[in-house]
């Protein structure tokens, strides 16, 4: 592995790209995993394409949703859920509905595995995004996509097919779907936390965000490196049990206080327009689509010398909005037990490269 030191953090020595080996087992329990793939194989794949194919596009009551997505998760073994929230004592979930994600928040999450998006569906059916490193968009995709993001190797800038934008008007058009970011904006083994992307600064600054980590056990299901679909399988559905680690951290505001909403402005500040930090620039008129300003800066439109393949003058990040990212990156890597990493999107991209050639 020293071809790969460059790879670890420098100040904790972390690799968060290394795929995590299965754990040792006998050969003895070889016909056990066996038969635990032939029986699981067959239920799985009938329920994965019935959801996909036919339940996520036909008008039906979200019990069957839930149900169905509940089985994918419980044939292969998922069946036990160590769920905590902050600020709620264990066995007081059930009265602690202002401490969990609800229909108009944002979920940011971490991102390991294909398990992450299809257990977030399970529980809150969220619209997902994919998000980039370097723009304050997302794109809106769906949850199959989202699984197969996971085996997806990571890309610096969003294709110019892409339908970006911001956060804001992504939940201001749903008010009643909650929505859910990857903002390391690949996967990782678990074992660190990921410079977050700017797309969070794109939420409103009175909705509620609430950052999600989960954690696997054993971690071999874990796809820091892309493709692998057949081992994979084999890895989740050879196993007799997975355990589940769920920590939901309480909400965070896209705001200069963090944990409290921006304050509206008073009616001799509506005179005018805000500009700075609280303001989304979205809420210009010249930046919309529908507007027929000057500026002409609506998602997908190319604008004047300001990253024109995603319509946004993203800019750099101010010292007060990156209060926002180290908040939610602190919270992910507190909840996860894991330290933050100054490796990102670039360094995996060389990582990979090198993995790649391993065998060459």
Known sequence: MERYSQFRDKGTAIAPFLPVPAPPSSFIWTPVYLTLFCIRAPFVTFFSVLYFLVLEWISVGSTLR?????????????????LQVDGVKRGQL???RNNLPAPGTIIASSFTSPLDPLYLAGIF??????????????????LFRAILLAFSPPVIS????????????????????????????????????????????????????????????????????????LSW?????????????????????????LDSPERRPTSSQNKGLRTGYNTNIFDHPDFRNEGNGKLGLGPGAVGDGVHGDTGYADGDVSAEEQKVLDRVAEDLARLGRVKRVGLGVEEKIQFLKIWGSRKR
């Not at 998760?73 to 036990?80: A, E, K, N, S, T």
């Not at 980590?213 to 874990?222: A, E, I, K, M, S």
């Not at 399988?233 to 206080?257: C, D, E, F």
């Open 94 to 96: 059930s009265s602690a």
């Open 125 to 142: 059916q969220p619209i997902f995004t994919r998000s980039y490193p370097h723009t304050r968009l997302v794109e809106r995709i769906t």
């Open 158 to 229: 969003p294709p110019p097919t892409a339908k970006l934008q911001s956060l804001k008007q992504l939940t201001d058009e749903n008010p009643g779907k909650i929505v859910c970011v990857f903002p390391e904006t690949t996967t990782t083994n678990g074992r660190g936390i990921l410079p977050l992307s700017p797309c969070l600064l794109g939420a409103g600054g009175t909705t509620k965000m609430y950052p999600v980590n989960l954690r696997y056990t054993p971690q071999d299901v874990t796809t820091p490196v892309p493709g692998g679909y």
């Open 233 to 257: 399988l084999w890895g989740l559905l050879s196993k007799p049990t997975h355990q589940m680690r769920v920590r939901i951290a309480s909400r965070v505001y896209n705001s200069t206080s």
């Open 66 to 82: 839930y149900g169905v997505l509940w089985l994918m998760l419980g044939i292969p073994g998922v069946w036990w859920v160590d």
